[in-house]
């Protein structure tokens, strides 16, 4: 029998094609309905044997990843580990990862990681978990970490970890991301959400705050396919908020649809900025229009949907 002594996984980054906000629940979270679309910009994380538990990383903004018992790739691993009995595993185990995606950008790429650790882990001690029972393990570790296992396109729901997988014709979409300089909290920008809906709600015309809801033309637009219907229905409850902290980031939205981008939104809680394109050809256009009319730091397209988390064959 050969004894795997590192596991290497791979994961996407995700989106959000809606991302609708309810009111605040008493846990401090808000209740959600988000389509979730996973895209061609991958972290790898590799998890080996060792004798306690460390992490390493390397790439996109690998300064400003906790490198404690903070970082959610640890935190998944040993979320994971009480789980499993016996099977292979070992006292501690190396993490290391390696970004592309940007920290702290809206497009979940520490639940990523978290995700892809899990995926390792598992393989690694032989563990033997089923997606599900990895789903509710990533449940607990953050927001978006089960659908990073889950990849494609879904919808989430509750704090976005109840996933529906979208029924969707296999369309291939092009994307150009707009990476910003600086990062935005996630926290941050739901409360200042808060904060702009209670100013609102204080004039007397607004009504009471809804729960979200699923945009059915959102839903029509991905089952035909037609990547300009997907365009005009893409919608991002946050993206007020991330504004209101971060202004900047219109001007850069708005040289993206002058360029000809289908549509345009935050990522999740920004400050990534995103354009869906009509084909290749024209996201390659508008990615090097948008870097020269230097309204970002930086830019990259990316294709989506692809799938989630997954063990890189050949390792070990
Ligand atoms: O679950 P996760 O750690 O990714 O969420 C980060 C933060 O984003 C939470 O602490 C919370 O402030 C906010 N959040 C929220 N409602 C959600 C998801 C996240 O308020 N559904």
Redesign the pocket.
């Known amino acids: 029998m050969t004894i795997v002594t590192g596991v290497t996984a791979r994961v996407p980054a995700k989106l959000n094609l809606q991302l609708a906000v309810g009111p605040p629940r008493a846990d ?3 209740d ?1 309905v988000t389509v979730f679309h996973a895209v061609a910009l991958f972290d790898e994380v590799t998890v080996e044997a060792a004798e306690r538990d460390t992490v390493t990383v390397t790439g996109e903004g690998a300064s400003v990843v906790p490198h404690d018992g903070d970082n959610l790739a640890l935190r998944a691993v040993a979320a994971l580990r009480k789980r499993v009995r016996g099977g292979n595993r070992t006292a501690g185990v190396r993490v290391s990862i390696a970004k592309r995606i940007p920290v702290a950008a809206g497009l979940a790429g520490g ?1 990523a990681d978290a995700a892809a650790a899990l995926v390792a882990a598992n393989e690694l001690w032989a563990a033997g978990l089923t997606p599900q029972r990895l789903a509710e393990v990533a449940a607990t570790i ?3 970490v089960a659908f990073a296992l889950l990849g494609g396109t879904a919808v989430g729901r509750g ?2 970890e109840r996933l529906t997988p979208a029924l969707a014709p296999a369309t291939q979409y092009h994307w150009v991301l707009a990476f910003a300089e600086g990062q935005l909290s ?2 941050k920008v ?1 409360a200042a959400l808060d904060r702009l809906r209670a100013a609102e709600s204080a004039a007397p015309a607004a009504a009471a705050q809804q729960q979200p809801a699923l945009d059915a033309a959102l839903m029509t637009a991905l089952r035909s396919g037609d990547a300009a219907r997907l365009g005009r229905a893409l919608s991002n409850d946050l993206q007020p908020a991330a504004l209101s902290i971060y202004p900047a980031l219109r001007k850069t939205l708005a040289a993206g649809l002058e360029l000809g981008a289908l549509g345009a939104l935050l990522a999740g809680s920004g400050p990534t900025c995103v354009f869906l394109a009509a084909s290749a050809e024209r996201a390659l256009d508008l990615a090097v229009s948008l870097s020269g009319a230097g309204v970002c730091r930086s830019v990259a397209r990316v294709t989506g949907p692809v799938p989630g988390a997954a063990v890189v064959p050949g390792q070990g």
């Open positions: 401090g979270y808000h959600l639940s953050g927001s978006d704090r976005g996630t926290p739901y």
